[in-house]
Structure formats: structure tokens, C-alpha cells
Nanobody, 127 residues
Framework: QVEVVESGGGLVQAGGSLRLSCLAS????????LGWFRQAPGKERTFVAA????????HYSNSAKDRFTITGDGAKKTVDLQMNSLKPDDTAVYYC????????????????????WGQGTQVTVSS
């Protein structure tokens, strides 16, 4: 079992920044990748970004690649998501998830590629 815990959400004005953190603990030695997804009200959960500790590879969605930066620490089993130039459309619950697989571009954005999920942290961007 791997426990995944997110932190760092909150309320910010449009144009502002937030930094989300994710920690994997428990049997996290088998974790290769931590990913971020988000779910806006009334919408499906979608992929944001992911970090693979085995090769330090980063993956981004098209909506995140220009404004968000993901970093990770394999020794600490943590991943941070720095979000800049936030927009009201970024308002969502942000979820962190862990995967035991070394994911590639075609699989990293799929929810089924991830084994354990956190409870989520709310990010609200006001206009």
C-alpha cells in the first residue's frame, strides 16, 4: 500500500501562483512516477503533469506545459507542481497519484496507469 498526500492548494487571484506538493509514503519504494490530475466542477478528471524518478523525465499536458513546472525528489518520494499565471479555468481539485510503472507519453495521461491516489487539494482562482 502506498499513501499519497497532497498539500498546497488554496485561493489565489488570476495571474498569481501556487505550489502544490505531493508525498508518497508507505511502500513507496516501488513507485516510479507521481502524476498530477485535476477535476473541475462538472467535468472529468484530466492529466496535468508527471515526474518519473527513474529517468527524471517530465510530462506535461498542453494546458500546463507553458505555465506549470513539475519537479521531483526520488529520495524523498516527493513531487512539486509550481503553477504560475493561474487562470480561473485552472480552478479544480488537484489530485496526486503514484504509479509503479515507467510511463511513456501514450500512457502517462491515463488514470488507469496509476495505482494509488490522494484525496485531492482544492485550487480556486478568482477573476
Amino acid at each position: 500500500q502506498v499513501e499519497v498526500v497532497e498539500s498546497g492548494g488554496g485561493l489565489v487571484q488570476a495571474g498569481g501562483s501556487l505550489r502544490l506538493s505531493c508525498l508518497a509514503s508507505g511502500r513507496a519504494f516501488s513507485t516510479h512516477t507521481l502524476g498530477w490530475f485535476r477535476q473541475a466542477p462538472g467535468k472529468e478528471r484530466t492529466f496535468v503533469a508527471a515526474f518519473d524518478w527513474t529517468n527524471n523525465r517530465k510530462h506535461y499536458s498542453n494546458s500546463a506545459k507553458d505555465r506549470f513546472t513539475i519537479t521531483g525528489d526520488g529520495a524523498k518520494k516527493t513531487v512539486d507542481l509550481q503553477m504560475n499565471s493561474l487562470k480561473p479555468d485552472d480552478t479544480a481539485v488537484y489530485y496526486c497519484a503514484s504509479s509503479r510503472s515507467r510511463l511513456i507519453t501514450s500512457t502517462v495521461a491515463q488514470e488507469t496507469s496509476y495505482d494509488f491516489w490522494g484525496q485531492g487539494t482544492q485550487v480556486t482562482v478568482s477573476s
